[in-house]
Structure formats: C-alpha cells, structure tokens
C-alpha cells in the first residue's frame, strides 16, 4: 500500500502513554508502575450533522476540534486517573498531592480544552500589551505587528517553562514517540522500535503546528478589521477566533499535501520548528508504548471492517 493510499491516523501523548485516532476508534496505551501496558478503547462517535460538516472547507477544522475536545479529554482522564495507581495494592488511587498537582499540569499542557480556553487567553492578552505601546506604534500595521509578535512570545515562553517540569517532558516525549510512530507507518516501516527511532519526531499535521498557523492567519486577518477603539479591537479579536482556526486548519492540511513538494515544503516549516520544543527524543520503553497502542488501534479498525464486510455479504 502506498504512502498516498494509506488512512490517516492522528494521535496525541498522555500521561505516560499515548492515543492514536483512526476512523472508527481511539485507542490510549499507558505505561504501568510495573512496566505493564494497559489499555483504553473507546469508538467514535458522530452526529450526522457532524460528519456533514466536516466536508466544508474552513468549518471543518472548527469541527474536528470539537470532537478531539470530546474524545481527547476522555483519554486524558484515564491516563491521570490510572496514572497514580498501583497494581500491587488493588488499585486504589494513591493519595499524593504533588502527583495529582503534576497531573494537573500535564493535562493543561497537551489537552485541546485547555487550547480552546488559551485560546482566549493567547488573543486577548497580546492585544492589551499591544495597546500598551500605542505612543510608540501607533499605526494599525504596527499595531497588529506588535500584537503578534508578543502572542508568539507568550506561546514560546509558556511551552518552554512548562516542559520544563519533569513530568511534562516526559509527556513531550510520548509526543515525540508519537510522531515517529506515524512516519513509520506512513513510510512503510515495519512497526518496530529500531525502525521508529529512526524516524523524525516532527510531522507535518501536528498541532502544535495548528497552534503556531493561528499566530500567523491571525496577523493577516486582524488586517480586515479596525484596532480602535480598544472595546472593539477586543471584540473582534474574540469575534474572529473561529474564523482565524478555520483558516488555520486549511493551511495545516495545505501544508501536510505539500510536504514532498519541492520548495512548497518549506511553508509547513514553521510548525515544524515549534515541534522541536513541543516534542522531545523518546525512550526505547516509550517507543514500545506508542507502537502498542497504535498496533492495538490497527487490530481494533481491522475487526471493525471485517464485522462490517461480513454484515454486507449476510
């Protein structure tokens, strides 16, 4: 099977673990505190309504972080839930407040809820300290500029404090192992953990790369609306958000269809430099983690369509 005809998967990193994302399921493997994996599985649910959506252009992105909140979040807490567990005493959650505080911190650092609630932080943020230099750029350009300019500080600055605590490294790693899982795959290699360390931990239709395009639409499209008053600078930096996501979803997926492009390949570049603080090198241990759930995932998608292939020639 080619490259081009492969389905696509897309995942996202745990605590101690990692889900992978194919049509019909999702599937979480986490690391146990005695070195087993377990498992969480969990089918894909969606509206007709939904499903319709997902078909138009600049809605669709809207869409589908909709249904990674909904999906996204259930993984999320079984990772930190089972996180704190420990096999040896009839799994009951431990009581340990750091443990809990951390987890906290992990689900903040990677869940796309968090995003959508950053998201607002991110915008309106920038626009105050932007409104802070009026007297020396006082342009609408200059403006806007300025604006931006400290929304990707703040970005940069908030992933790099956060990763740099022990626990969300670690998470940055199953998100690294996560993105070589995918190549793997997408370039025909056997699913093995030689095979996967080998691979790059950046991918093209990552989302920290989504998050990094929303900095740079929203630069252009604040360019269409007025930055005084302040009231109504606020306003439509608020009003705009869906609009700059679903512009930004479409420039992920143009990217992700011309990453073999000569020259074309360099416009995902961007996104790919914000993975390297996003993603970190992961074990061979946290390799294998990936490799289970996704292999899991592939085992589950497969029963799925022969139960469906068989139900047809019944």
């Given at each position: 099977m080619?490259?081009?005809?492969?389905?696509?998967?897309?995942?996202?990193?745990?605590?101690?673990?990692v889900?992978?994302?194919?049509?019909?399921h999702?599937?979480?493997a986490?690391?146990?505190?005695?070195?087993?994996?377990?498992?969480?599985?969990?089918p894909?649910?969606s509206?007709?309504?939904?499903?319709?959506?997902?078909?138009?252009?600049?809605?669709?992105g809207?869409?589908?972080?909709?249904?990674a909140?909904?999906?996204?979040?259930?993984h999320?807490?079984?990772?930190?839930?089972?996180?704190?567990?420990?096999?040896?005493?009839?799994e009951q959650?431990?009581?340990?407040?750091?443990?809990?505080?951390?987890?906290?911190?992990?689900?903040a650092?990677i869940?796309?809820?968090?995003?959508?609630f950053?998201k607002f932080?991110?915008?309106?943020?920038?626009?105050?300290?932007?409104?802070?230099?009026?007297?020396i750029?006082?342009?609408d350009?200059?403006?806007?500029?300025?604006?931006?300019?400290?929304?990707?500080?703040?970005?940069?600055?908030?992933?790099?404090?956060v990763?740099?605590?022990p626990?969300?490294?670690r998470?940055?790693?199953?998100?690294?192992?996560?993105?070589?899982?995918?190549?793997?795959?997408?370039?025909?290699?056997?699913?093995?953990?030689?095979?996967v360390?080998?691979?790059?931990?950046?991918?093209?239709?990552?989302?920290?790369?989504?998050?990094?395009?929303?900095?740079?639409?929203?630069?252009?499209?604040?360019?269409?609306?007025?930055?005084?008053?302040?009231?109504?600078?606020?306003?439509?930096?608020?009003?705009?958000?869906?609009?700059?996501?679903?512009?930004?979803?479409?420039?992920?997926?143009?990217?992700?269809?011309?990453?073999?492009?000569p020259?074309?390949?360099?416009?995902?570049?961007?996104?790919?430099?914000?993975q390297?603080?996003?993603?970190?090198?992961?074990?061979d241990?946290?390799?294998?983690?990936?490799i289970?759930?996704?292999?899991?995932?592939?085992?589950?998608?497969?029963?799925?369509?022969?139960?469906?292939n068989?139900?047809?020639?019944?």
């Open positions: 080619s490259k081009e005809t492969k389905p696509v998967y897309g995942g996202q990193a745990v605590v101690e673990g889900m992978f994302g194919g049509k019909q999702t599937v979480t986490i690391r146990r505190k005695d070195g087993s994996i377990e498992y969480y599985e969990l894909r649910q509206s007709k309504t939904l499903s319709s959506l997902k078909k138009v252009p600049f809605l669709r809207i869409v589908a972080i909709i249904e909140s909904a999906n996204g979040s259930k999320l807490t079984f990772s930190t839930e089972r996180f704190d567990v420990d096999p040896t005493e009839d959650i431990q009581e340990q407040e750091t443990s809990k505080l951390s987890m906290i911190l992990g689900v650092a869940g796309v809820i968090s995003f959508l950053g932080l991110f915008t309106l943020i920038p626009v105050f300290l932007a409104n802070l230099t009026k007297p750029f006082s342009s350009l200059s403006q806007i500029f300025i604006e931006s300019l400290f929304k990707l500080i703040l970005l940069l600055a908030y992933i790099y404090f990763s740099l605590t626990l969300i490294r998470v940055f790693q199953y998100h690294g192992a996560e993105h070589m899982v995918i190549n793997a795959y997408e370039n025909g290699l056997a699913l093995n953990v030689k095979n360390q080998a691979q790059s931990r950046l991918h093209y239709r990552c989302g920290s790369s989504f998050i990094l395009f929303t900095v740079i639409v929203g630069f252009f499209v604040y360019m269409l609306v007025p930055t005084d008053p302040l009231w109504l600078r606020v306003v439509n930096r608020l009003a705009l958000i869906p609009v700059v996501l679903g512009i930004s979803f479409e420039v992920l997926q143009l990217t992700n269809k011309l990453r073999d492009v020259v074309l390949k360099y416009l995902g570049y961007p996104g790919l430099w914000l390297l603080l996003t993603t970190k090198q992961p074990s241990d946290q390799v294998e983690v990936a289970a759930s996704f292999e899991k995932l592939l085992d589950i998608e497969k029963e799925a369509k022969k139960g469906l068989e139900e047809e020639i019944v």
